[in-house]
Structure formats: structure tokens, C-alpha cells
């Protein structure tokens, strides 16, 4: 994990800065909103409020969703991960976005779920994930009992299943380019509010799949399924 060896403040009345030393010895940029400009408890436990940081600060982006306290935004640099994600409190990862392909954030999990979400209010957009073509796991896989979950703007490629929601309430699925999967999205338990729009699903298996699934409103709209 990080190490907190190494603090330095600037203009603590608007914004902070800290150069912090990581497991793997890479010195780099940490900024802080105003909030957190005003002391830093035990350095070696994560901050008691939420912040926005670069992935690039530790040495995986698990190591960066373990030590980020709820409701934090991490920001993840270009590059290839070769990892799976659990993430199990409420947060945001942002990639750099989808639209340039040489600037990709990929995470492949080879041959394993790739994205496993297992709390509310997660947002994760602008990466680009995979199984590696296995074709035996799920690539985004959001779990029970869950609401608020926000898939945006992602590529979604090679597995089993792209999207499976497990019964995640009030779930957005929006403007991904989702393909080579079995299943495209599969959808099953309560989905109750949940909205599948804007996205480009192509040569999956199949496109949108809703088995068992129980809801009062439900929306799929504007997707490209082919």
C-alpha cells in the first residue's frame, strides 16, 4: 500500500498539494479540494472525507479503490491494467475517455470478471474493459440489492456477459460501444427504474437480454443493436 512519508502544503486556505511516495517508489502529484487542506490524521490511513486523485499515485487501480474513503473520485491515466476490480463502497473512476484510441485506460482482467461491483452509487466511465476474449466471465457485473450504479461512456468487450445487473435498482447504462460478448447486457432481479440508452451494441451474441427481472418503470431507448 502507499506510504504517507513524504507531506508538503501550499496556499492551505484555497487547495493542497502533496507529493506522496508509493509502495512502488514513483513520486507524484496529489490534488486535494479545500476540504481537505486542513490536516491529515494517522498517514498511513486513508483521509476521513472523500477526495480526487490519480490512480497513477499507487501502484494498481485496486490499491487506489482500497485506500479511497466513500465517496471519492479516482482518476485513472492511460495505460494498460492487467487486474480485476472489486469495488465494494460507494465511488467514482474516471478514464480518459473513449474517443481517442491511442490514449486508452484498459483494463483487462484475463480471463476473469473484470469489474465487479458490490455497493450504490458507483459511477464508472471513460475505460475500456475486457475479459481478453475468453468468452467465460462477465466484463461489468453489478450486484444485488444494489441502487444507483452509472455504467457511462465505456467500451465493454470480450466476455460472457458485457453488462449483467443483478438486481441493481435505478442502474444507468448509457453511451457504450458494447461488443463481442455472448450477452450484450443481461438484466435480471430488480431493475426497478433502471435505464439502458444511447448505447452501440454490436456482435454480441445477443444485444439486450431481460430474464426474471421485476421493475414498475423501466427504460430501454435510443440504442443501436445490430
Given amino acids: 500500500g502507499a506510504t504517507w512519508d513524504q507531506i508538503t502544503y501550499s496556499d492551505s486556505d484555497v487547495s493542497a498539494s502533496k507529493s506522496i511516495k508509493v509502495a512502488n517508489d514513483e513520486t507524484r502529484a496529489l490534488s486535494m479540494e479545500t476540504d481537505f487542506a486542513y490536516g491529515l490524521g494517522d498517514f498511513g490511513t486513508p483521509f476521513d472525507n472523500p ?73 464508472i466511465s471513460g475505460f475500456d474493459m475486457t475479459e481478453d476474449g475468453c468468452n467465460s466471465e462477465t466484463v461489468v457485473y453489478i450486484g444485488t440489492n444494489l441502487q444507483d450504479v452509472t455504467i457511462t461512456e465505456n467500451i465493454i468487450r470480450d466476455g460472457y456477459y458485457g453488462v449483467y445487473t443483478n438486481g441493481s435498482a435505478n442502474t444507468i447504462i448509457q453511451n457504450n460501444e458494447i461488443m463481442y460478448n455472448t450477452y450484450g447486457i443481461y438484466l435480471t432481479g430488480d431493475i426497478n427504474g433502471s435505464q439502458i440508452t444511447g448505447n452501440n451494441i454490436h456482435d454480441n451474441g445477443e444485444g439486450i437480454s431481460v430474464s426474471g427481472a421485476t421493475f414498475n418503470t423501466f427504460s430501454i431507448t435510443n440504442n443501436q443493436v445490430v
Avoid: R, W
Wanted: proline fraction near 4%.
Fill in 51 to 123: 477526495l480526487i486523485f490519480s490512480a497513477g499515485l499507487f501502484s494498481t487501480i485496486q490499491e487506489a479503490i482500497d485506500f479511497a474513503p466513500v465517496g471519492s473520485t479516482i482518476n485513472v491515466e492511460p495505460g494498460i491494467y492487467y487486474e480485476a476490480l472489486s469495488i465494494n463502497k460507494s465511488l467514482t473512476l474516471l478514464g480518459p475517455g473513449i474517443t481517442d484510441e491511442l490514449n486508452l485506460a484498459t483494463i483487462n482482467s484475463e480471463c476473469s470478471q473484470t469489474v465487479g461491483i458490490m455497493a450504490s452509487n458507483v459511477i
